[in-house]
T-cell receptor, first 107, second 112 residues
Framework: KNEVEQSPQNLTAQEGEFITINCSYS?????LHWLQQHPGGGIVSLFM???GKKKHGRLIATINIQEKHSSLHITASHPRDSAVYIC?????????FGTGTSLTVIP | SQTIHQWPATLVQPVGSPLSLECTVE??????LYWYRQAAGRGLQLLFY??????ISSEVPQNLSASRPQDRQFILSSKKLLLSDSGFYLC???????????FGPGTRLLVL
């Protein structure tokens, strides 16, 4: 069993839809990262969370430490949001990565 | 502002040949540095991380090694490449162990 599980694995949405990607983990963590990987391979760090909620533009990330669960929300989705979204957790010096959620937003 | 560079962008190497990928960071000092690999169709895997010059921690046993000869330089090497070393290699830096990580553009390595 992977330490980090993401769902869904693949997601197709119409432009403008509200999108939620979920991440569950089984280890105690110091922090959780949400990463975005574009089709060309480049990776951008979207959020680093250790508690609560963060918002950046149309993106919102939440984490529930007790339930070991985090969600990434995209409001008013746009085709440029199409990418793979990766959840990663850090515990001590160990890094665990989810396998990613592939998001396609259709115009 | 901080920037992170990786080169080369793409590399095709024969099996058994050596490898050297370089990563440099500008605009910050004493960063934590990381090497990741993403094999085709698979998730990210942390290979090495470094908290300072000459300090390297390896996450998985493998055919690769890393070195940090200068504060903002991180090098990934191999003496003899294997087919299984093919993949997308990413360097990243952060301030501290749990800070936001900033990724380089990556190097696509194909071993034939």
């Amino acid at each position: 069993k992977n330490e980090v599980e993401q769902s869904p694995q693949n997601l197709t949405a119409q432009e403008g839809e509200f999108i939620t990607i979920n991440c569950s983990y089984s280890v105690g963590i110091s922090a959780l990262h949400w990463l975005q990987q574009h089709p060309g391979g480049g990776i951008v760090s979207l959020f680093m969370l250790s508690s609560g909620k963060k918002k950046h533009g149309r993106l919102i990330a939440t984490i529930n430490i007790q339930e070991k669960h985090s969600s990434l929300h995209i409001t008013a989705s746009h085709p440029r949001d199409s990418a793979v979204y990766i959840c990663a957790v850090i515990t001590g010096n160990q890094f665990y990565f989810g396998t990613g959620t592939s998001l396609t937003v259709i115009p | 502002s901080q920037t992170i560079h990786q080169w080369p962008a793409t590399l095709v190497q024969p099996v058994g040949s050596p490898l050297s990928l370089e990563c440099t960071v500008e605009g910050t000092s004493n960063p934590n540095l990381y090497w990741y690999r993403q094999a085709a169709g698979r998730g990210l895997q942390l290979l090495f991380y470094s908290v300072g010059i000459g300090q390297i921690s390896s996450e998985v046993p493998q055919n690769l090694s890393a070195s940090r000869p200068q504060d903002r330089q991180f090098i990934l090497s191999s003496k003899k490449l294997l087919l299984s070393d093919s993949g997308f290699y990413l360097c990243a830096w952060s301030r501290g162990s749990i800070g936001t990580q900033y990724f380089g553009p990556g190097t696509r390595l194909l071993v034939l």
